[in-house]
């Protein structure tokens, strides 16, 4: 029973490497049997060897930094985007920036690719890889709101300013939560808007919410408006002027940076 096993094994493996062999010669390869079918076959070349990818969608770090630097300077790339990662609107840069050249677009970054866009850059500046943080009021922001679109929450000054690629578009009062229910500190991103939200916790108003780390948001408070710093929130960023709040809610979007520190 073994050495039959075997010998329809070998038999099949010969059938298919006869097969293959007039495959690959574009020969029309035929079965035995009732059910003969024909299955045309055409050879369609070698497969294409592709460069190496010194960088792609996903990478990260230093270089992908300069890479993202040089397609600024030939604004393929905005500014906001300069972060370190290599994220589609680089790999959409990566790819405009190659069809101008009339080379394959890979959307990743070879070696042709680097050295075509040295051909056109000039060596990024400290400057341009690490934009200087705006200054106001003779006071320079956090570093992290200088590049993209951050709301940026100074607790030292108590100042909530929206800012555009460094540029500070908006500036309001703002409060923070108590000892017990501090504002935490760090870099976040807007998860979630609500326009008219109520607290299930407190049961209180938060209109034009926008939340940033679990239940913590930017929002109206109308007890900031009416008793000032004489009150506290339970974690949020309370802004106390409605007019300015309402603008900024359209304006900030949902992954815009948010940045809470002390300068």
């Not at 996903?58 to 906001?80: F, I, P």
């Not at 408070?221 to 300015?244: E, I, P, Q, T």
Request: glycine share 8%.
């Amino acid at each position: 029973m073994r050495g039959l096993i075997i010998r329809k094994a070998l038999s099949t493996l010969i059938v298919g490497g006869v097969v293959a062999t007039l495959l690959s010669s574009g020969t029309t390869a035929t079965a035995s049997g009732s059910d003969v079918k024909t299955v045309p076959f055409e050879v369609s070349g070698e497969l294409p060897i592709y460069p190496k990818a010194l960088w792609k969608n996903g990478s990260s770090g230093t270089n992908v930094r300069k890479v993202e630097a040089r397609l600024v300077q030939l604004k393929l790339l905005e500014k906001k985007y300069l972060d370190n990662d290599f994220g589609t609107m680089t790999r959409s840069a990566v790819k405009k920036f190659q069809k101008s050249k009339g080379i394959p677009e890979l959307g990743y970054v070879d070696q042709n690719t680097l050295d075509q866009l040295a051909k056109v850059t000039h060596v990024p500046t400290q400057a341009e890889l690490y934009p200087p943080a705006p200054v106001v009021n003779g006071k320079k922001l956090d570093a992290r709101c200088a590049t993209g679109v951050a709301l940026c929450i100074d607790k030292s000054t108590r100042k909530l300013r929206y800012v555009v690629d460094g540029v500070v578009k908006m500036q309001m009062d703002v409060r923070f939560g108590a000892v017990k229910t501090a504002t935490r500190e760090g870099s976040f991103t807007v998860g979630w808007k609500s326009r008219n939200h109520v607290s299930k916790l407190y049961d209180s108003k938060m209109p034009y919410a926008m939340f940033f780390s679990g239940g913590q948001a930017v929002h109206y408070s109308s007890d900031f408006a009416a008793r000032g710093y004489n009150g506290a929130s339970h974690g949020c960023v309370n802004v106390r002027d409605l007019a300015k709040i309402k603008v900024l809610f359209d304006e900030v979007k949902v992954g815009d940076k948010v940045i809470v520190y002390r300068s």
